[in-house]
T-cell receptor, first 114, second 111 residues
Framework: GAVVSQHPSWVICKSGTSVKIECRSL??????MFWYRQFPKQSLMLMAT?????????EQGVEKDKFLINHASLTLSTLTVTSAHPEDSSFYIC??????????FGEGSRLTVL | SQQGEEDPQALSIQEGENATMNCSYK?????LQWYRQNSGRGLVHLIL?????REKHSGRLRVTLDTSKKSSSLLITASRAADTASYFC???????????FGPGTSLSVIP
């Protein structure tokens, strides 16, 4: 089956630093990847849609300068949380679409900002 | 904004019983999907049902879709303790190229 790898799984950082999370489709090419944020015991909130070779499309209320998304190749999208603050602490999950309509999810990255 | 709404929010059943979760949505969709998430983990795709389909089966899972009522249900038969997880429906909106998740149902299967 299709595999999506997300790295790191867990990161703890100091307030004010930037953190980069990678999302890779290991055995297929993904023209579109999605980034979600999930708070404890809540559903996934779509943050942005990342298309290879073009700018990401952000959902309303998501700061594009805060959450930088780069989809540099058909197998890699990155989310950078810039100048992270404690309120950015969350579980971030990516998913990749290989064109079948079914999404394949990474295992998620837990960000804790001190 | 969220598209799907699931009910119940939480469900607790005995092992061997059936579990039914419902999902409602607001706009036209291309397809509806159900996902499972174990605590603190990523999501696992369970089943996809297209807008022109009414029912789909996969093992112990049965999904129905009623586009006139904009609703779907997920039935897990003969539940097992290992089915304990959160279940989310997700809709692929016709107008926009994105997938939106409902709030989810937390299922607990008691051995």
């Amino acid at each position: 089956g299709a595999v999506v790898s997300q790295h790191p799984s867990w990161v703890i950082c100091k307030s004010g630093t930037s953190v980069k999370i990678e999302c890779r489709s290991l055995d297929f090419q993904a023209t579109t990847m999605f980034w979600y944020r999930q708070f404890p015991k809540q559903s996934l909130m779509l943050m942005a849609t990342s298309n290879e070779g073009s700018k990401a499309t952000y959902e309303q209320g998501v700061e594009k300068d805060k959450f930088l998304i780069n989809h540099a190749s058909l197998t890699l999208s990155t989310l950078t949380v810039t100048s992270a603050h404690p309120e950015d602490s969350s579980f971030y999950i990516c998913s990749a679409d290989r064109g079948t309509g079914e999404l394949f999810f990474g295992e998620g990255s837990r960000l804790t900002v001190l | 904004s969220q598209q799907g709404e699931e009910d119940p929010q939480a469900l607790s059943i005995q092992e061997g019983e059936n579990a039914t979760m419902n999902c409602s949505y607001k706009t036209s969709i291309n397809n509806l999907q159900w996902y499972r998430q174990n605590s603190g983990r990523g999501l696992v795709h369970l089943i996809l049902i297209r807008s022109n389909e009414r029912e789909k089966h996969s093992g112990r899972l049965r999904v129905t879709l009623d586009t006139s009522k904009k609703s779907s249900s997920l039935l897990i038969t003969a539940s097992r303790a290992a089915d304990t997880a959160s279940y989310f429906c997700a809709t692929d909106e016709t107008s926009y190229d994105k997938v939106i998740f409902g709030p989810g149902t937390s299922l607990s299967v008691i051995p």
